[in-house]
C-alpha cells in the first residue's frame, strides 16, 4: 500500500512539476522573444535530459574501476530516444502537433538524422573511441551554437501567458525541474517495487515501467504544453532532448571511458530510432499535418513493435 501511495505521489507530482515548468518557460520565451520550439531546445531539453547525462557520466567512473558499464550508457541513451520519438509523440499526437516552418527542417536533419548516422558508423568497429566521444561533443556543441546564431523571435498568434517578473519566471522554472526529476525517479522506483507486488515479471519491469519512466518528464511536459496550446515547447524539448541523447550522452561517456557497443544496437535499436526520427520529421515538417491520431496511430505500432522485437529479439 506505501508503494502504491508514493507511486501516486510521484505521479501527482510529475504534473505539478511539468505545470511549474511551463509555466515558467512560457513566461521566459514570450519575455525574451524567442520561439516556443527554440526554448524548448535551449533549456527544456537540457534540463528534462540531466538524467540521462548523470546516468552516463556515473557509469563511465564506474567502467574505469574495471566494470564495463557501456550498455547502461548506450542503451539507456537510445532507448529513451526512442520512446521520446515513438511512445511520448504518439501518446501525445492524440491531443495533436501542429506542424512545424519547414525552413528548420535542414538544421534538424544535419543533427537529429547525422546524429544518428554518425553514432552509426562509429559503432560499427564495436567501440566509441575517445577521439569519437570528443567528435560527438563538438558536433553538440556546434548544434548549441546553431541555435543561438540563427535565433528566431516568437511568432504572432502563439498561446498567450500572463507576465511576470522575470526572477519569478525562472524560479518556476527551476522549481518545476527539480519537482519533475525527483517525481520522475520516486514513480519509476515505486512503480518497479508495486509492479514486483502484484506479480509482474523483472522483464516486464525493466521494459515497460523503466523504460516508460526515463520519458516520464518529456511525456508529462508535452501533455501540459499542448493543453496550453504551446506545442512548440513540447517539440522543441523532445527534439532537443533527442539531439542531446545521440550527440551529448555518448560523446561524454565515451571521453571517461571508450563505450563497447553491441550488435543488437546497430542491428536493432539505430534503425529504430532512424526510422521514428525519420517518421516525426516528415509528419512535422513535410506533410503539413502535424502529428494527429493516425500519425500517432503509427508510431505507437513502431514502439510497440521494437519493445516486442526487443524482448524477444537479439541482446534481449
Known sequence: MLDFLLLTCGIAGLW????????????????????????????????????????????????????????????????????????????????????????????????????????????LDGHISRVEGALLIMSYAAYIVVLILRRVEVDEGGGTVRHMPTWRAWLLLACGLAILLVAAELTVVYAAEFAKEVGLSNIAVSAIVIGLGSSLPELSVSFVALMRKRGGLSVGNLIGSNVLDTLLVPGVAAVIYPLVVSQAILLVDLPVLLISSVLVLVFLYVTRRGVRRPEAVVLLLVYFSYAAVRLGGPGS
Open 16 to 123: 505539478f512539476g511539468s505545470d511549474t515548468l511551463v509555466k515558467g518557460a512560457m513566461s521566459l520565451a514570450d519575455r525574451y522573444r524567442l520561439s516556443d520550439a527554440l526554448f524548448g531546445m535551449l533549456v527544456l531539453a537540457i534540463g528534462t535530459d540531466l538524467p540521462e547525462l548523470f546516468v552516463a557520466f556515473d557509469a563511465s567512473v564506474r567502467s574505469l574501476a574495471g566494470d564495463d558499464l557501456s550498455g547502461i550508457v548506450i542503451g539507456s541513451a537510445v532507448g529513451s530516444s526512442i520512446a521520446q520519438f515513438a511512445l511520448v509523440f504518439g501518446v501525445a499526437g492524440f491531443i495533436g502537433y501542429p506542424p512545424m516552418q519547414r525552413k528548420f527542417l535542414p538544421r534538424n536533419i544535419v543533427f537529429l538524422i547525422g546524429g544518428i548516422v554518425a553514432v552509426f558508423m562509429f559503432s
